[in-house]
């Protein structure tokens, strides 16, 4: 039987509990099947979603649906309300399959299995569901200008990348920071002010895309050449704590509007195996498993170490499955990294807090999963 724990912010039912309490010990959610197997989960504002292996969606929190329904949800309830449905996981969609999910601040996007289309839900008045609204879109909606057959998706604070099968790259949003990959344009040919939003867009990479991770206001994007040798990380956006400053050689430079974050030629060398990204920080686990960090550091969210198989990165803290367990750290004031410590450092090991073998994680806006196995 498979059995998800969540623990950490909970102020909007985002942890699927049932409840509105923050926790800080891993409690079993509510509303999920235990007979499938989890791929996915990630979080949003005040929701998160569970991607099943064979495409099916579960929904929780007060944000799924947009910031204005969050603000009737959450204006009826208090501390004590427990039951109510938006607060406990629900399957959207049944009649549908899906490839991919991600979460935005109050929006969600996913890729429909069957033909690669993504739609979206939620707030879009930044743009984030391919066009500016000032209503919220309750309905499941195609994402506009994007063609089918894309891949994989992911969300910051209001942009969005998807990523198609052919490693071509597309970004939509907010792009004041030029997070979308494309250097951002605040006027137009009259002088006048524009707010810096594009409609999805097929963005320009100089090699083809195979990964895709999106920070607050920032992107990170790994490419490979048709070759298989060379591996190239990039970034793109703001770069106020460091998200964009090479990890390991600081003389690395730019490529096009992405600067150039970890370089590998030789196939010899250390592959990247994964790429995540925080609020303010980034993560790449290399194929000797090695776990590189950088940028923000103020609530110990960067940490350095072996043996590491993959990570999930939340907000501002992380979670990283080791051959010996699991290990969280970073900032920790909703319990996110259990404890009732403001920050969590150096890694603590959480992996006797759940009674079964742990075999997926999650992690968002301060918010954590972990996925178990009851054999």
């Known amino acids: 039987m498979v059995l998800v724990y969540s623990f950490g912010s909970n102020g909007g039912g985002q942890l699927g509990l049932g409840h509105v309490k923050d926790v800080h010990e891993p409690q079993l959610c509510v509303g999920l099947p235990g007979d499938v197997e989890i791929r996915k989960i990630v979080g949003g504002g005040n929701h ?23 603000k009737l949800w959450e204006s009826s309830v208090n501390d ?25 601040w109050a929006s969600m996007l996913m890729v429909d299995d069957d033909d690669g289309i993504v739609y979206g839900v939620g707030t879009s008045r930044f743009g984030e569901l391919g066009v500016v609204s000032k209503d919220d879109c309750v309905e499941l909606t195609r994402i506009p200008g994007l063609p089918a057959g ?4 992911d969300a910051g604070f209001r942009h ?11 970004a939509w949003g907010w792009n004041k920071y030029g997070q979308l990959g494309i250097a951002p344009s605040l006027e137009t040919a009259t002088g006048k002010k524009i707010l810096p939003i594009l409609p999805p867009t097929r963005v320009v990479t100089p090699i083809p895309i ?26 793109a ?31 010899s060398a ?12 980034g993560a790449m686990v290399l194929d000797d498993g090695r776990v590189v960090m950088w940028g923000r550091n103020d609530h110990s969210q960067l940490a350095a170490m072996d043996n590491v198989n993959y990570v999930a990165c939340g907000s501002e803290h992380v979670l990283a499955a080791r051959d010996d367990g699991i290990v969280a750290w970073g900032w920790n004031e909703h319990g996110n990294c259990t404890t009732k410590q403001p920050f969590v450092h150096p890694p603590l090991s959480v992996t006797s807090l759940v009674p079964y073998s742990i075999c997926t994680l999650g992690a968002g806006c301060a918010t954590s999963w972990l996925v178990t196995i009851d054999e």
């Open 48 to 70: 998160s979603a569970v991607l099943s292996a064979c495409g099916r969606l579960f929904v929780t929190g007060s944000s799924q649906r947009g910031v204005q329904q969050q």
């Open 80 to 104: 004590d309300d427990v039951g109510q449905q938006w607060m406990k996981y629900e399957e959207r969609w049944p009649s549908r399959r899906w490839r991919d999910v991600a979460c935005g």
């Open 150 to 153: 894309i891949d994989c998706v």
């Open 160 to 170: 969005a990348l998807a990523l198609d099968k052919q490693g071509q790259l597309y």
């Open 210 to 235: 195979h990964k895709i991770a999106c920070g607050h206001i920032h992107s990170y994007v790994l490419g490979i050449d048709s070759d298989k040798n060379t591996q190239m990380l990039l970034g």
């Open 237 to 267: 956006g703001a770069n106020k704590y460091g998200q964009l400053t090479p990890p390991q050689n600081p003389e690395l430079g730019k490529c096009d509007a992405w600067q150039l974050l970890h370089r590998v030629d030789d196939a």
């Open 270 to 281: 250390p592959r990247i195996r994964q790429i995540g990204s925080g609020w303010h920080h």
